[in-house]
């Protein structure tokens, strides 16, 4: 079964809300082995729509998020109504999941809350407990086509509904996807290491895919129309490039839940696999290392906790940096890191310590510490380890990803070396 992503939404077009429903769609479908082939994004405009679902008619399925608001620019019911040659009737079922909503909100009915009651006579209705948009599935031809609103925590969970109903109309394809996560080397380098297990892959019916970013890369073993035989030529080539990548590889990533930080789940696996704990002083990151750390599940069994030292006096009165030490030098040095780390390290007694004290900018950069300037200091198997990162004149945001993402692959390698 093959899928076209539908999103709608002037607001996606110029960049205003980021589109993450076609991600969290396409894993879905993937992960119950429906293929995505296309994701197209399209205006408010009804002719733009209509052009898109004619479009559609390619495809086996098509979502479709977005526009089935109450408001004059939700055009979305509208423009399916007019696709279908249907026309739209009050749902008595819908309209009385939105009186009790509305009731248990506080809020009063009104007509364009009742207007939303309003689906296509033939389709079946998803029903919405957490909105007022229903969401609908319909069928043109040899086309299914599914109507979602474009609110993610609404939309989310019709998913399963959609899933069920597809399930009993099709025999899914199994559809499988490995991935390994690399750190520590350059694609190319990592393209030459892999060069003849790669060469192996030809005649598998296995697709190789070298997904890097500016952190890590991504190494994407997949299969369509997986059966056992494939399943398990998967598991040798995995096996295989497990031992080629040695110590560069930091991990595996579930394809259908994969929003956590790869190199900071990585860090919080070795830890516990190693009984170690770890905190952080922080000040130009304001605890951005802190939080990527405990948004990952079971972060609580390694790290004890941290301190934004953001301004020089908690760096003196919480850490014991020396107001001499602020003077001489300043709170973007060495001396200052280092003495921020053993601050935090008497405090918590943790086994790993950093610190991290820079110039994130626009402004405060000097000639002699320009924007991008960040000192670092790692306490680590009993030694003090002091690094100067220089990242340039960057946006705010840069440096201060640039910092975290540092800090983090840092320890990794420490602790993978270990």
């Known amino acids: 079964m093959n899928a076209m992503i539908l999103n709608i939404g002037n607001e996606l077009l110029i960049g205003q809300v980021i589109n993450t429903n076609a991600s969290y769609i396409s894993k879905q479908l993937n992960s119950h082995g429906i293929q995505v082939n296309k994701i197209e994004v399209v205006g408010d405009d009804k002719k733009e729509i209509l052009s898109a679902l004619n479009e559609g008619q390619n495809f086996d399925l098509v979502i479709i998020t977005g526009g089935l608001g109450p408001t004059k620019d939700d055009i979305t019911k509208h423009s399916l109504a007019e696709f279908m040659d249907d026309i739209l009737t009050e749902n008595k079922l819908v309209l009385k999941d939105i009186e009790a909503l509305l009731k248990k909100r506080g809020r009063q009915m009104n007509i364009l809350n009742q207007q939303q009651a309003l689906v296509l006579s033939q389709c079946r209705v998803i029903r919405n407990f957490v909105g007022t948009a229903p969401g609908m599935i319909m069928k043109k031809n040899n086309t299914f086509y599914v109507s979602l609103p474009g609110v993610p925590f609404e939309m989310k969970p019709m998913m399963k509904e959609i899933i069920n109903v597809l399930s009993k109309e099709y025999v899914l394809n199994r559809i499988l996807h490995k991935t390994l996560l690399v750190f520590g080397i350059p694609e190319s380098e990592l393209a030459l290491k892999l060069e003849e297990w790669e060469t192996q892959l030809q ?43 040695n110590k560069h590889l930091i991990g595996e990533e ?165």
């Open 203 to 245: 005649d598998s019916d296995i697709q190789l895919a070298y997904l890097p970013n500016r952190n890590f890369i991504r190494l994407r073993l997949s299969a369509y129309n997986a059966n056992e035989d494939i399943e398990n030529k998967i598991a040798f080539y995995t096996h295989q490039l497990k031992l080629i990548l």
């Open 254 to 418: 579930v394809f259908a839940q994969n929003d956590d930080n790869p190199i900071a789940a990585s860090l919080v696996n070795l830890l516990k696999e190693k009984g170690l704990t770890i905190s952080f002083a922080e000040s130009c990151t304001g605890g951005s290392i802190a939080s990527i750390i405990t948004k990952i599940p079971g972060a609580s069994d390694v790290f004890l906790g941290g301190i934004v030292s953001y301004d020089n006096a908690v760096k003196k009165k919480m850490l014991n940096v020396r107001e001499q030490t602020l003077t001489q030098y300043g709170a973007v040095s060495k001396e200052c890191v280092e003495e921020m780390v053993m601050g935090l390290k008497n405090l918590l007694k943790t086994n790993i310590t950093l610190s991290v004290s820079g110039i994130a900018g626009p402004t405060g950069g000097t000639a002699d510490k320009p924007v991008g300037t960040v000192w670092m200091s790692l306490y680590f198997d009993d030694k003090i380890e002091t690094k100067l990162f220089e990242f340039g004149e960057h946006s705010r945001e840069y440096i201060i990803d640039s910092a975290v993402f540092n800090a983090l692959a840092w320890i990794l390698k420490k602790l993978i070396h270990l």
